[in-house]
């Protein structure tokens, strides 16, 4: 059946419009819109406790986050990092950049993840850090690649975009390497419309995000270093903070549509998923299915026959970072083959906190009898 109205690949979390609007009210009487306002610091405030972290720092998007991040830690410029090309783009053009070399590792079939076992082949005199991304929530072998850190004295900063809330060992997310970034952009989990957070093991590495977001500004008439804007403002704020008020639930909508989805994609031949760590909790943030490769018709061709009956999936992601032109020459001498096939057999599928369950019904169909 042809779906009459489109169904995108998400659907932004928005707090009812009377609770916003009675939240952002204050705003009239203080005029205090940005400047780490007292929105800001609640939801600073919150966030530690929600994710289970001692400290965080809100910037603008995740992008900064991630971008700001590593400038925090001062690498020589022309440093090598090691990271995945399995991304989104914001991953590699953080560490570019910031004049760093992304060095790209090849992926784990399985999860999706950077492959622990070929980072050390990859580390070179340049090497300076570690760059994981969780991708779609799926957590990093975080002990290995922590021990390979240790033992050649690298960073590690993982790219959390994906991964809010998720608890690994029954911490959160943020607790693991020397940073980690999340992002609160309207198409993640959490969104503060556009938002982003970093949280760093070390925890005077936050006085120098707070340079870096602020101008470098100290005080009035002292100028610490030469900082950027990427202060987050407090209508982003305010929106962060009615949409925690609601998270709970809305992880538990996503979790219950989420194991009716996959009871009935995996139904489905020649359609599997990708594998999480059993000490892991889920955020359910993407249902991304991965199709075999020896399957005719191909995932392009599925992709363009649910856009044409009104079913709007996402490549993600296709192409890997690695073979866009602006990382042609660091990626010559990478061999990527899992990443490459990866890459050309996913699909994220439409899934939202929001999704009806005859519209689950209704793509899946869709799939089985295209596939069929
Ligand atoms: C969304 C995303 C980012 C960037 O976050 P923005 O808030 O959109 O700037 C970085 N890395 C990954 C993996 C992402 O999905």
Redesign the pocket.
Same mark, same amino acid.
């Given at each position: 059946m042809i779906s009459d109205k489109k169904i995108l690949v998400t659907k932004s979390s928005m707090p009812d419009y009377e609770e916003y609007i009675e939240a952002i009210r204050p705003l009239w009487d203080s005029h205090w819109l940005t400047n780490m306002g007292e929105y800001h610091n609640q939801l600073e405030n919150r966030l530690c406790e929600y994710l289970d972290v001692p400290q965080i720092s809100l910037v603008v998007?995740?992008?900064?986050?991630?971008e700001l991040a590593i400038q925090a830690f001062d690498f020589p410029k022309g440093s090598e990092i090691i990271t995945t090309p399995f991304?989104?783009i +914001?991953?590699t053009h953080?560490i570019a950049r910031n004049d760093l070399i992304p060095v790209f590792c090849d992926i784990d079939s399985n999860t999706g993840n950077i492959d622990f076992n070929q980072i050390e082949s990859l580390i070179t005199d340049k090497t300076v850090a570690i760059l994981p991304?969780h991708?779609y929530g799926n957590v990093c072998n975080i002990e290995a690649i922590d021990a390979i850190a240790k033992k050649h004295n690298l960073k590690v900063i993982y790219?959390a975009?994906?991964a809010f809330g998720i608890k690994y060992n029954n911490r959160g997310i943020g607790n693991y390497g020397d940073a980690t970034?999340f +992002?609160?952009?309207a198409?993640?989990v959490f969104n503060t419309i556009?938002?982003?957070a970093v949280v760093f093991a070390n925890p005077q590495m936050h006085e120098k995000l707070y340079n870096l977001k602020n101008f470098g500004i100290r005080g009035e008439e002292e100028v610490a270093e030469i900082g950027a804007n990427a202060k987050m403002n407090e209508f982003c704020a305010i929106m962060g903070l009615c949409n925690l008020n609601h998270i709970d639930q809305v992880l538990a909508t996503r979790r219950e549509k989420w194991d009716y989805y996959r009871k009935l994609i995996l139904a489905i031949p020649g359609i599997s998923m990708l594998s999480y760590d059993d000490n892991q909790t889920m955020n359910y943030s993407y249902f991304t299915i991965v199709l075999d490769n020896n399957q005719v018709p191909d995932r392009d061709s599925l992709y363009d026959y649910l856009k044409d009956n009104n079913i709007y999936s996402r490549k993600y992601f296709y192409p890997l970072t690695s073979d866009y032109d602006c990382y042609h020459k660091e990626a010559r001498n990478s061999k990527l083959p899992v990443a490459k096939e990866l890459s050309s057999s996913v699909l994220v599928l439409p899934f939202y906190e929001e999704i009806e369950y005859a519209q689950i019904d209704n793509i899946v169909a869709l799939i089985a009898d295209y596939l069929s």
């Open positions: 998007n995740g992008h900064m986050a991630l991304t989104f +914001s991953t953080a991304v991708v790219d975009a994906h970034i +992002s609160f952009h198409t993640k556009e938002g982003g």
